[in-house]
């Protein structure tokens, strides 16, 4: 176990995401409340020995998870609000800051308190799945587009999903994930080819039923 004494704007940490043994970055949550038009604390970076914060590290958006490749590349997501509307928001860590990526599509319910990204995976530079609560988003290395997932129908429920910051997980082109649909919380699992995603396994009962 390494000791960490957290910076004074962070109240614990809620995501990591390492590319090696000297190369991790954590998500910090704010000691400060707020309301909307919020920023997330600069992320904490692990250099093998001991973990540090730097301005240049600096989010511009509310981060709710990363993913790292390498040492000079990190996506990680959230959103930016205007007044009460929350939209798709993602950043870049090239090496030494962090870049605003523009023109993120919004999901079916654009600018809305539903435009959030909650989770990434990344396997390279060039390919990343995000999950919002409607579906998915997928970078090529230049931009984002829109990955529908299948509907699984509930009847008289609906059949929109949210995936939480820890349902997704990618290895080359392929990746898993498990959702929930917002109406009656049954879970699914969802995998994901190279060009577009199926249903692993219909819909699962909730546990807690």
Known sequence: AVNLT?????????????ASSTFC??????????QYDCLSPAPLLWNGSTWI???????????????????SFCMAVGYTTTGWSEYNAAEIWNGTSWTSQDAIPSGSRGGSTWDILTS??????????????????????SGWTQRSLPSVAVAGTGTGYYADSSGISCRGDFCELTAYNLNNYNLSVFS????????????LADPSD
């Open 192 to 203: 994901y080819n190279g060009s577009s995603w199926s249903s692993a396994t219909g819909g």
């Open 53 to 71: 914060q730097t301005s240049a590290n600096s989010l511009m958006m509310t981060a709710n998870d990363l993913s790292c490749v390498s040492v």
């Open 120 to 141: 990434v995976s990344c396997t390279s530079t060039t390919f990343c799945m995000a999950t919002d609560f409607y579906g998915t988003l997928y970078w090529n290395g």
């Open 25 to 34: 970055m954590a998500l910090g949550s704010s000691l400060t409340w707020c």
């Open 6 to 18: 957290l910076p004074t704007d962070i109240s614990g940490l809620y995501a990591v995401s390492c």
